[in-house]
Structure formats: structure tokens, C-alpha cells
């Protein structure tokens, strides 16, 4: 099974809305930084590593508009921004450790324009996405060698798909188990 739960289009974040799961999928789509820290607060976005992500690209929405000329003026951007999403679900590992990766990159970019490093963030929160998706494939190849046929799994987590990128890391093993006729 594989679900998009957030994605990134034209400038917006586009994510499921799951408190209203189970009755009804909706989408929201945050176009500022927030809509989007709402969406976290309020637990419409659920399960660590899809709010990594989403807290990365929520980093994105709120410096886009920025028009500091030059990298100090724009650091104090950035930290405002990281500060405020950082407040939005502080128990959110995840969150912390997406919002110091976005961070540490805009730093090691200090010496480019303003605007190339807007891009580089952007393509940054758009690697942290594409690395979940990657680890938790591995995670359901690398777990699915231990489950043996006919076995009985119980799981009591957010583990699946709409707490990811897409596939999930507890259910995305037993996803691949199925997949490989366990």
C-alpha cells in the first residue's frame, strides 16, 4: 500500500488531513508557513517522520518571501521561522532534527545569493522526502527476511503510510512480507 501523504506542488504543500480519518480524505494545502504549522499543532499531520518532512518544507514556505540582500539579514529570517515551527509539536523528534538539517544547509550556503540559497532549501526539504521514502523501503526489505509464513503481526503505532513519505516503517515490513507471499 502506498499513499502520498504530503507532497510538494508548485510551491505548496499538499498533505492528508487525518483527523478527519477515518470518515473522509482531505486533503490541505499550505501555501505559508501558517497554514502549515497549524496542520502540525493541530495534529492534522501525524506520526515523526511526516512531520520531519513537512517541518522542512514548512522552512521553505517561510522565507520564500524574504527579500534580505544579504545572509545575516536572512539568517535572522530563518531563525524566526525554525523557531515557530519548532514551537508547533515540541515532543516531535523528528521535527527538531529536520528543522537543524535545514538549518546547518542554509549555513554551509552563506557565501551564495539569497535567492540560490532559497532554492537549495527547497531542494533540500524536497531530499529529506525522498530519503524516507528510500529507508523505509529498506526497512520493509531488510524487516520482511524476519517474518516467516503464516505469521501473525500486531502493530499498535502510526507506523504506516500516512505517518511516512510513503510506505512506512513498522507496517512497510509487513507490507513486503505480503508482497513476497508471507
Not at 75 to 86: G, M, N, R, S, T
Not at 101 to 114: L, P, S, T, V, Y
Request: hydrophobic share 35%.
Amino acid at each position: 500500500m502506498s499513499i502520498k501523504t504530503i507532497e510538494w506542488i508548485e510551491g505548496k504543500v499538499k498533505i492528508i488531513d487525518q483527523s478527519k480519518l477515518p470518515q473522509k480524505l482531505e486533503y490541505i494545502y499550505c501555501k505559508d508557513v501558517e497554514t502549515l504549522r497549524e496542520a502540525i499543532s493541530s495534529l492534522k499531520i501525524r506520526g515523526a517522520p511526516v512531520i520531519g518532512i513537512a517541518a522542512a518544507f514548512g522552512v521553505v514556505l517561510g522565507i520564500k518571501k524574504s527579500s534580505s540582500q544579504n545572509y545575516l539579514s536572512f539568517q535572522k529570517e530563518i531563525e524566526k521561522v525554525i523557531d515557530y515551527l519548532a514551537r508547533s509539536r515540541p515532543t516531535a523528534v523528528n521535527l527538531f532534527w529536520s528543522l537543524k538539517r535545514m538549518r546547518n544547509c542554509a549555513e554551509k550556503n552563506k557565501d551564495k545569493q539569497i535567492k540560490e540559497i532559497k532554492t537549495i532549501l527547497e531542494k533540500e526539504a524536497l531530499q529529506i522526502m525522498e530519503e524516507d521514502k528510500r529507508c523505509n523501503r529498506q526497512i520493509g526489505e531488510n524487516g520482511a527476511r524476519l517474518i516467516e509464513d503464516g505469521q501473525t503481526i500486531l502493530t499498535h503505532c502510526n507506523a504506516g503510510a500516512l505517518a511516512t513519505a510513503d510506505y512506512g516503517t513498522a507496517l512497510g515490513i509487513i507490507y513486503r512480507a505480503k508482497q513476497k507471499g508471507k
